[in-house]
Antibody
Framework: EVQLVESGGGLVQPGGSLRLSCAAS????????MNWVRQTPGKGLEWVSS????????YYTDSVKGRFTISRDNAKESMYLQMNSLRAEDTALYYC????????????WGQGTLVTVSP | QSALTQPRSVSGSPGQSVTISCIGT?????????VSWYQQHPGKAPKLMIY???KRPSGVPGRFSGSKSGNTASLTISGLQTEDEADYYC???????????FGTGTKVTVL
C-alpha cells in the first residue's frame, strides 16, 4: 500500500523557518517525481514545488522562489521542503503528492501538515 | 501562471447530471492533454477522479467523465449521488518550469 506521511508543520513567526518532511512507503520512491501542494484554509489547491526522481530537476512556483528549497533522500525514501523567510500568506496545509503512472496526475497524496505563520 | 477558472458552486438533485467547467489558456489546458480532476471531501486529501482529460483510474465510478474543447475542460457527473457532494478541482500540466496549475475549485451540492 502506498503511503505518504508529512510532518514538520507548526506555528512560526513571520520571517521564521520550518522544514517539512514527507516519508514514503509502498512504492519505488527513487523512480518517481515528488511534489509539494498546499491548500490555504478554506481555499484552493496550489502547486508549490517538484523534484525529479534523481533530484536533478527542481521547480518552484514564483511566490516561493528564493525562499523554499525542495530536496529528497532516496535512500531514506523521504522528501523535504525547507521553508525560510516565511510569510503570512504561506499559511496552509502542505501535502506531498506523486504520480506513479505515466501521466502527470497526482494519484497519491499524504494527509497534509499544517503550517501557520503568525506573530 | 494564473489559476484555472471554475464556477464557485454547482448543484443538482440525486440522479441528475452536473457539469463543471475549467477555463484555462493555450499555455495549459489548451496546450496539453494532461487535465486531471480531483474530488475532496471535508478534512480529507484530494482524490484523483480523472486524468489525461477523460480517463478514469481504477475504482472511480463510471458516472464521472471528462472532456476538453480548446482551452476549456469539463467534468460531468451523471446520475448524481449524495456521496458526490464535495469540492472538485481541475489541474492542468503547464510546461516544464511551472508544471502544474490548479483550478479555483467548485463545490458540488446534492439537493
Amino acid at each position: 500500500e502506498v503511503q505518504l506521511v508529512e510532518s514538520g508543520g507548526g506555528l512560526v513567526q513571520p520571517g521564521g523557518s520550518l522544514r517539512l518532511s514527507c516519508a514514503a512507503s509502498g512504492f519505488r520512491f527513487s523512480s518517481y517525481e515528488m511534489n509539494w501542494v498546499r491548500q490555504t484554509p478554506g481555499k484552493g489547491l496550489e502547486w508549490v514545488s517538484s523534484i525529479s526522481s534523481s533530484g536533478t530537476k527542481i521547480y518552484y512556483t514564483d511566490s516561493v522562489k528564493g525562499r523554499f528549497t525542495i530536496s529528497r533522500d532516496n535512500a531514506k525514501e523521504s522528501m523535504y521542503l525547507q521553508m525560510n523567510s516565511l510569510r503570512a500568506e504561506d499559511t496552509a496545509l502542505y501535502y506531498c503528492a506523486t504520480y506513479t503512472a505515466s501521466s502527470p496526475a497526482f494519484d497519491y497524496w499524504g494527509q497534509g501538515t499544517l503550517v501557520t505563520v503568525s506573530p | 501562471q494564473s489559476a484555472l477558472t471554475q464556477p464557485r458552486s454547482v448543484s443538482g438533485s440525486p440522479g441528475q447530471s452536473v457539469t463543471i467547467s475549467c477555463i484555462g489558456t493555450s499555455s495549459d489546458v489548451g496546450g496539453y492533454d494532461y487535465v486531471s480532476w480531483y474530488q475532496q471531501h471535508p478534512g480529507k486529501a484530494p482524490k484523483l477522479m480523472i486524468y489525461d482529460v477523460s480517463k478514469r483510474p481504477s475504482g472511480v465510478p463510471g458516472r464521472f467523465s471528462g472532456s476538453k474543447s480548446g482551452n476549456t475542460a469539463s467534468l460531468t457527473i451523471s446520475g448524481l449521488q449524495t456521496e458526490d457532494e464535495a469540492d472538485y478541482y481541475c489541474c492542468s500540466y503547464a510546461g516544464r518550469y511551472t508544471p502544474y496549475v490548479f483550478g479555483t475549485g467548485t463545490k458540488v451540492t446534492v439537493l
